[in-house]
T-cell receptor, first 111, second 113 residues
Framework: GESVGLHLPTLSVQEGDNSIINCAYS??????FIWYKQESGKGPQFIID?????DKRQGQRVTVLLNKTVKHLSLQIAATQPGDSAVYFC??????????FGTGTLLAVQP | GAVVSQHPSRVICKSGTSVKIECRSL??????MFWYRQFPKQSLMLMAT?????????EQGVEKDKFLINHASLTLSTLTVTSAHPEDSSFYIC?????????FGPGTRLLVL
C-alpha cells in the first residue's frame, strides 16, 4: 500500500551546522510533497512544498530536493538554530487532496 | 494568512460522554477540511475528509457513528467524539485546504477518564 517513511528517527546537529532530513515514498502516483514542522504539543506547521515536476525548491534557510527516480526527498536546513528543534514530517499527496504522512524525524539542535 | 484555529485546545471528560471539537479557517474559505488523530511519538493518521455541504468521507477502520463530522459552512467543521472511552484519548488535529495546501490547526488534546 501507500507509505511515506523516513530513514532516520532522530537527528542531532550542532547549532550553526546544516541539517538534512530524508524521506522515502512508495506511491508512484504521489505528485505533491510537503514538509511540516511540529513542535511539542502543537499542530504541524507548513515549511515548504514541491511538486513532482520540480527537483528542487528553495525557501528561507530551507531547501527541498526531490528524486523521483529513487522516490526520495530531503529537507535541508541551513545554519540550524535551536528554534529548529522539532519533529519534521514529510507528507505526500496525489490525485486526491489527501496527504499521507511519514513517521517523523526528531531534530535536536545542540548549542 | 491561512490560519486555522481549533477549540477547545484541551478537554478532559468522563467515559461515556460526548465531546465536540471545532475547526475554523480564520482568513480563508475551505470546502475541504481534514481530521487527524495523533498518538504520542507517532505520526498523524487521517481519520476523515470533511466536505462542506456533504457527508464526510471516513478512512478505513474509523467508525463514522463514533466520530461525527459536520461541515456546515466554508469556515467551520466540527468533530464530535460520541460516548468517549479512555482509548479515544489522543491529540486531534484538523487541517483546511487552501489552494491545494493543507494548513493545520493547533490541535485538541482529549483525555477521557
Amino acid at each position: 500500500g501507500e507509505s511515506v517513511g523516513l530513514h532516520l528517527p532522530t537527528l542531532s546537529v550542532q547549532e550553526g551546522d546544516n541539517s538534512i532530513i530524508n524521506c522515502a515514498y512508495s506511491n508512484s502516483a504521489s505528485d505533491y510533497f510537503i514538509w511540516y514542522k511540529q513542535e511539542s504539543g502543537k499542530g504541524p506547521q507548513f515549511i515548504i512544498d514541491i511538486r513532482s515536476n520540480m527537483d528542487k525548491r528553495q525557501g528561507q534557510r530551507v531547501t527541498v530536493l526531490l528524486n523521483k527516480t529513487v522516490k526520495h526527498l530531503s529537507l535541508q536546513i541551513a545554519a540550524t538554530q535551536p528554534g529548529d528543534s522539532a519533529v519534521y514530517f514529510c507528507a505526500g499527496g496525489g490525485a486526491t487532496n489527501k496527504l499521507i504522512f511519514g513517521t517523523g524525524t526528531l531534530l535536536a539542535v545542540q548549542p | 494568512g491561512a490560519v486555522v484555529s481549533q477549540h477547545p485546545s484541551r478537554v478532559i471528560c468522563k467515559s461515556g460522554t460526548s465531546v465536540k471539537i471545532e475547526c475554523r479557517s480564520l482568513d480563508f474559505q475551505a470546502t475541504t477540511m481534514f481530521w487527524y488523530r495523533q498518538f504520542p511519538k507517532q505520526s498523524l493518521m487521517l481519520m476523515a475528509t470533511s466536505n462542506e455541504g456533504s457527508k464526510a468521507t471516513y478512512e478505513q477502520g474509523v467508525e463514522k457513528d463514533k466520530f461525527l463530522i459536520n461541515h456546515a459552512s466554508l469556515t467551520l467543521s466540527t468533530l464530535t467524539v460520541t460516548s468517549a472511552h479512555p482509548e479515544d484519548s489522543s491529540f486531534y488535529i484538523c487541517s483546511a485546504d487552501s489552494v491545494g495546501t493543507q494548513y493545520f490547526g493547533p490541535g485538541t488534546r482529549l483525555l477521557v477518564l
